[in-house]
């Protein structure tokens, strides 16, 4: 009955995805303490082997459930698709009567049409009649620890512990099954030991630095990338976010960075040429504003016109272009800035070595082109020059540039879109 769709790799206690599965088991949790007719020990999670995650009870399929973050889609047509996959899952299960959930991070303004025959069949995940935002999601999870401490006559105060090992836990667990074979691989995590990971939790004095590192990353990253896209809405749209409906590229790219799993690598992707300035992560956030997000992701993105080009990964996101002359044909977006410095020769060959002497993300590099915001020393630098000074910079090149990297002028290329008409094929 799988789906023969292995995405175990993007899951991670910090991100949407797997925050929004913390949250319906610890409701679940919550409602079978409450039950004594329920058993939790009879209670499991399964992950992406059939649906996102699917809750199985006495080795039997009680609910499916699709967790989508789209900003661009709030007409229940734009999910016909997930589920359809919900409702072929569940009739080919060992339980055609169980629930199928759909849950997303922006409202779906007509669900409730009659034009919707699908809201018979699948049930819109709702927290107080509203769906759970990408920025809301921590604070509905706490709600749920709150109420299983306060059941167990637990000090408030233990709540912070807990929701940091639950996303470690998840963490953990997620690693243990990315080494396993896939056709060997258990996708299951028992309700006991998330239950377990909570009371173990509550007697501990200190909870791991990892966890307030990652977590205090993904607060500042999901508020800046909301942001800075909002900002752009109201620039380009003259609306909100909230109240735009417009499908562009943009969105696509703020759909592809909640997925990302490891927000340090991918500030490091935006930051190229800095490469001792990392010992303490929390300077990854620092080099991660608004208006660059806004000015050198988003309007990139946005004036290329083909949502369709964005893709992502565990760590960063691209842009398909046929104006990159590197071997992958597609382009990362980067904050690298070429404006230091009184000698333009000089300050060009130190921060392309940095560049070259970045290992912990110079093999992602590889292949690709990323762009440069070009500066102004005594003028806005052409991206001939660039190209030259990144040509000249290494000796030990494959191909014309270092590791087939190539430096495109994010100015350049945004002229190229409209001029162009956007970055179509």
Request: aromatic share 10%.
């Amino acid at each position: 009955m799988g789906r023969g769709n292995d995405a175990i790799p993007t899951w991670s206690g910090f991100n949407y995805q797997g925050k929004m599965m913390l949250l319906y088991v610890l409701e679940l949790i919550n409602q079978i303490a409450k039950d004594k007719n329920k058993d939790i020990d009879a209670y499991s999670v399964e992950l992406e082997k059939t649906e996102d995650f699917c809750i199985i009870c006495d080795s039997e399929y009680k609910s499916f459930h699709q967790v989508k973050a789209y900003l661009s889609k709030d007409k229940w047509n734009s999910y016909s698709k997930a589920m359809d996959k919900l409702l072929k899952h569940r009739a080919e299960s060992n339980n055609p009567t169980a629930k199928c959930y759909l849950t997303v991070a922006k409202e779906i303004k007509d669900w409730d049409d009659a034009s919707n025959t699908y809201n018979v069949s699948v049930e819109l995940y709702k927290r107080a009649s509203k769906v759970v935002g990408v920025c809301d999601v921590r604070n509905e999870i706490d709600t749920e620890i709150l109420a299983y401490l306060k059941s167990k006559g637990y000090s408030d105060k233990a709540e912070e512990i807990v929701y940091g090992e639950l996303c470690l836990f998840l963490d953990d667990s997620i690693a243990r099954m990315h080494k396993q074979d896939s056709k060997k691989r258990k996708y299951i995590i028992e309700f006991s030991d998330i239950v377990g990971i909570m009371e173990s939790a509550i007697d501990k004095e200190d909870v791991r630095k990892e966890y307030f590192l990652k977590e205090k990353i993904y607060e500042y990253v999901m508020q800046n990338i909301e942001k800075a896209l909002n900002n752009l809405c109201q620039d380009e749209c003259d609306t909100s976010l909230e109240n735009c409906n417009r499908i562009c590229a943009a969105k696509c790219g703020y759909e592809k960075m909640t997925e990302i799993v490891d927000y340090g690598q991918f500030c490091k992707l935006l930051n190229p040429g800095k490469v001792d300035e990392w010992d303490n992560e929390l300077n990854l956030v620092e080099n991660l504003s608004v208006d660059k997000i806004q000015s050198e992701i988003y309007e990139l993105l946005y004036r290329s016109d083909t949502p369709e080009k964005v893709t992502g990964d565990n760590c960063g996101i691209y842009l398909q272009s046929k104006y990159s002359q590197a071997p992958s044909k597609q382009v990362i977006p980067t904050f690298l800035d070429l404006t230091r410095g009184a000698r333009k020769e000089r300050a060009l060959q130190s921060i392309f070595q940095n560049i070259i002497n970045n290992t912990d993300i110079i093999d992602i590099l590889a292949g690709n082109s990323i762009t440069v915001i070009p500066g102004s020393y005594s003028g806005t630098l052409s991206q001939a020059q660039i190209t030259s000074g990144w040509k000249n910079s290494s000796p030990n090149k494959v191909g014309e540039y270092y590791r087939d990297i190539e430096l495109i002028s994010a100015q350049e290329l945004k002229e190229k879109f409209e001029q162009n008409g956007g970055n179509h094929d």
